[in-house]
Every structure is written in structure tokens, then in C-alpha cells.
């Protein structure tokens, strides 16, 4: 702007000016916006990295141990857990959470009488934290003073009251449940409006063309709500490859710290043993996976639909 | 003719029959956790100690377990101010600076502008689970570590790619003629911001509102790893130290009325702006 010739300068010297200043108005309005993400995204990112080639203990001086952590990392069996334990839940929990969501939005789909009250019903328990639904799923699951012992019991379904959180399985597959139960509204509503999305001259034209409900819902649904279905996968996975509230609350870890997933391990290796760098360490491997995802989410909803 | 109204008819009531029993069961199904919490939380102690079967209270009504959750650590009511203000605080912070960056990024320009866009925008791929270490040493440096502030600071910054995302597309809304009206009539830009702008973009506003108080009030892990003294805690950090046992033998009772204490104003929240909730979620859907 400042290089343009001097006489264009000059006639336009006023402009100028109101440009610079729009600029400047401009700016200091995203200013406190850009400054924030800088100092409390991008520079503890930096930080994250830098740490991670470090020996960092919470006390005393830093010491540069290059790759070690992340060598380190590869021989700790209780990494391997971590990832495979929070690999195996998450696909588990998200074929169950898309086998549930699924058929709640195509029958919440269509305006009908009383749907509006279904639909808030099942959104509930997306709105409460998992932090008190957690709380109040350790208690469901209490073999003592909850519910589901005592009346598997009282139907005579079991001997005596189990213990649903003494085996992996049994602690396993009721936080399974409980997830479901807080994010299948979730996925519904997403669902829902990809569905609403599909115009119903397609599937009409497909009906009165004498195609069966079940290949309208493969040859025209599915392939049409490609994007929502890449959308609501993707952020099911995300969700659930850094899930730590139900297992810290509910299970503890355990048993026999079975149920330690990935973000549990790293606060329990920075802030309960205090080994900062090795934690940052697995930050960035975390990281990395995240990252993915999401690049192949935005490639999975760039391809036009339908394609 | 008749017949086949009446078969066309009874065909209609089955189906309209089958809907509502699914309906009401698929609903009850997933209210019935929130219901049974709810019911043993204002059952005597000594029968919430037991199974809640029936749910409902069958020695009376007692408000016995809200009583014992009022008693522990520094008293309950600490603890829910603390969730209280930081939940405010999220919201009024994130509010304002989303509001400043949507109106900046949405009618100005200016060098850089989009790349500091996409910076904001792009830092929703990084879990802010892989930078809570570093952020404990900053919030350290700055002297904001176990402090309200601090973990509200990390709280704005968390919403800020959502919210400015949801702002800057509220002002794009806006016509550009009604801001020149209000220029020529020689108001400033803040004030136009005020009394102009901030009336046509209040859905967005109410939008970014609800996600920031659900969040913040719900949130744990950065709560738990950046409030370490007992005084500061937020609700759920609380009550996971209640449940595991820290404050002695777990109260259940206690603990479930702690669980619909931290419920409550979400539930109620929810349904009372249920539209700008669902808003958001399906402008992030689309995005």
C-alpha cells in the first residue's frame, strides 16, 4: 500500500488513513481472541514438545534427554495397555453408540405427535456432565446399594449379588451402557439432520418406483448421509480415544488397572508420579492420533456426497 | 367402501399405537437413571443405604441426604459457588471476546486475517488433554494456578474456536446497510456494537452462552489437575472425592443429591433454551 506512486498516494492520502485505521480497529478487536489461543494453546503446544525431549521432574532442573521418553515409551508395557485398552473401547463403544443412535433418528425423524417430547427425553442425559453421570452410574452399579446386582438378584437371575466392577468384563460393558446412554441423543440429533436433509421426492420417486423400504434405506439413505455419518463417527471416536471421567470415576482404573486409557495414563504419570516429560511424551503420540483423525475427517467431508 | 375406511383405520391406530409405546419406552429408558437418582436423593438416609427398590421413598420424604452433602469438606456450598463462578465467568469472558473477535473477523480487513482465522478455528483438532502439563506450568508462571481465574482462562480459550466460529457467521447475517445507517447517524463503533448489532446477533450470543456454562460447569480433568486446594474445588472434583471415599464412608444418599445438584441447572437450562442448543449443534454439524 505504502509503495503505490506518490501522486495516487497523495489524492488517496484521506483513504489511507481510514483504511489504516480500519485495519487497526480491526485487529484489536480479534486481539484478545488471538492472544488467549496464543498463551494458552500454541505456546503450551510448543511447550508440550520441548518437555517431552526432556527429563522434567515437577521440582529441580530439566534435564535434555532427546528421544528417551519416546524410546522409553515403546518398551512400557503399561503404554501398550493404555493404547490398546482406549483402541478397544473406542471402537466397541462407537459401533454400539451408531447401533443405537441409529434407529432412535429414523424413528424421531418424521414430525409426529409427541415427538418433540421424545426427542428432549432421549437428549437428556447429553446435557449433564460425565462427571454426574458418572456419579450416579458408580452408584446404579454398586453391588451393595445399587441397582443392577440387587435386582438381578431379586429376579433370581444371579446366585448372589455380583459385583459388576470385581471382573473387567462386567465394568467394562456397564460403562459401555452408561456412555450409550449419555451420547446416543447426541448422535441422534446429528443423525436426524442428515436424514431431514435427504428431500423426499428421492425416496418417493424410489417407493412409486417399487424399491422396498429396506433398499431405499441402503441405495438412497446411507449413501446420501455419507458426511453426517463420517461427522457423527468422527467425533464419537475423538470423544472417545481421549475418555477418562467414567473410568477415573466409576472404575478407578481398575480392576487390576485394566480400564487405564490413554489420557488416564498420562495424568497419572504427570500428576501423580510427577514424570512431566515422559507425560508430554505421550501427550504428543496422542496428539499425533488426534491430528489424524481429524485430517481424515476433513478429507472424508470434503468428498461431495453421494461421490 | 365402509370396510375398507374402517381396516385403513384400525391399520392407523396400530401404527400410531406402536409409535407411542415405543416412544414412551425408548424415553423412559433413558430418563429412568436421572429419575431414580432424583427419588433416592430425598429418601431417608438409612434407606438410601439400601437398594432402591421401589425407587421411590417408602419411609417418607426426607431431606436428610441433602442435609449430609451440605456438611462435607467446607460445606457444600462452597464448593457450588466455586462451580457457580467459574461457570459465570466462562461465559460472560467467552461472551465478550467472541463477540469483539466475530464483529473484527466478520467486518473488517486487515493483514493476516484469515490465517489468524484458521489458527483459532484449527486449534479444535488439539485435545486440550495433550497440553494440560504445560498449561499447569504456565498457569504457575503467571501465579494463576489453583486459582478460579486461571481455570477460567483455560475454559474461555477451550470455547473460543466454537464461539468465534458461531459469531463471526451471526454478523456475517447481518445486512451491511443497517451498520452504514447507524454510522451516518454519527454513532461510535462501540456504541453501534451495543445498541445495534448486539439485538440482531443475541440468538448467537445465547448459543455461545449455553455451550460455555454446560462445559465449564461440567468440566473435570483440567478442574481436578489445576485445583489442588481443597477450598477451590468445583462441583464434580468434589463429589469424585466424595465418592472415592476421601470424606469417609460413602453417603449415597449424599452423593446422589450432590449428582442432582450438579444436574439441575443443566436439565433446566436445556429446556428452557433448548432452540439456541440445538442451534449449535447443527451449525457445528454443517460446518
Known sequence: MTQSNPAKQRSSGRRGTRLRRQQLAGLLFVAPAVLLVIVFFLVPLGMAFWMSLHNWPLLGRPRFIGLTNYLNLMNDQRFWNAMRFTGYYTVIVTIVIFAVAFPLALFAEKARPMIKVYRTAIFLPVVVGFGSASLLWAWLMNVDVGLFSPLAYRLGLTEKPVNLLASFDTTFWSIIVMVVWKTAGFNMIILLTGLQGISTEVQEAARIDGASSWQRFRRITLPLMRRTIALALILSVAGSVLAFDQFYIIADGGPQNSTVTAVYWIFSQSFVSFRLGYGAAMSMVLLAILVTISVVQLRLLRTPEGA | ?287
Open chain 2, 1 to 287: 367402501m365402509s370396510e375398507r375406511k374402517a381396516a385403513t383405520a384400525r391399520r392407523r391406530l396400530f401404527a400410531a399405537t406402536r409409535y407411542h409405546a415405543i416412544g414412551l419406552f425408548v424415553s423412559l429408558l433413558f430418563v429412568a437413571p436421572i429419575a431414580w437418582s432424583a427419588l433416592v436423593s430425598f429418601k431417608p438416609s438409612a434407606e438410601a443405604a439400601r437398594p432402591p427398590l421401589p425407587p421411590w421413598p417408602v419411609e417418607g420424604f426426607s431431606i436428610q441426604s441433602y442435609e449430609n452433602l451440605a456438611k462435607y469438606g467446607v460445606g457444600i456450598w462452597t464448593y457450588a459457588g466455586n462451580s457457580l463462578t467459574v461457570a459465570a465467568a466462562t461465559v460472560v469472558v467467552t461472551v465478550i471476546i467472541s463477540l469483539l473477535a466475530g464483529y473484527g473477523f466478520s467486518r473488517f480487513k486487515f493483514p493476516l486475517k484469515n490465517v489468524m482465522f484458521v489458527l483459532i478455528i484449527s486449534t479444535v483438532m488439539i485435545p486440550f488433554q495433550s497440553i494440560l502439563t504445560p498449561l499447569f506450568l504456565i498457569l504457575t508462571k503467571l501465579g494463576l494456578q489453583n486459582t478460579l481465574p486461571g481455570i477460567v482462562l483455560i475454559y474461555v480459550t477451550l470455547h473460543l474456536p466454537f464461539s468465534i466460529f458461531m459469531m463471526r457467521n451471526a454478523f456475517d447475517a447481518v445486512p451491511k446497510d443497517i451498520e452504514d445507517a447507524a454510522r451516518v447517524d454519527g454513532a461510535s463503533v462501540f456504541l453501534m456494537l451495543r445498541r445495534v448489532m448486539l439485538p440482531l446477533v443475541l440468538p448467537g450470543v445465547a448459543t455461545v452462552a449455553i455451550f460455555a456454562f454446560l462445559a465449564s460447569w461440567n468440566e473435570f480433568l483440567a478442574a481436578l489437575i489445576l485445583l489442588t486446594d481443597q477450598k477451590k474445588y468445583t462441583l464434580p472434583v468434589m463429589m469424585a472425592a466424595v465418592r472415592s471415599g476421601q470424606f469417609g464412608t460413602i453417603d449415597w444418599g449424599a452423593v446422589q443429591s450432590g449428582v442432582m445438584l450438579m444436574m439441575a441447572p443443566c436439565l433446566a437450562l436445556f429446556l428452557l433454551l433448548q432452540r439456541y442448543y440445538i442451534r449449535g449443534l447443527t451449525a457445528g454439524a454443517v460446518k
